[in-house]
């Protein structure tokens, strides 16, 4: 589990600016925490 990454994909919709994607990676830390790296692919 640790040094892991964790990909997740996420579809947002918001009115009137269409579909949102954004991409959650997941990495397990030393310390028993989760460190969550978003970013946005893009309006579609």
Request: charged letters at 15%; glycine letters at 12%.
């Amino acid at each position: 589990f640790s040094g892991t990454w964790y990909v997740q994909y996420e579809t947002n919709s918001f009115i009137g600016l269409g579909i949102r994607c954004e991409t959650h990676d997941y990495k397990a830390n030393s310390d028993g925490t989760i460190t969550d790296y978003a970013s946005a692919t893009g309006f579609l």
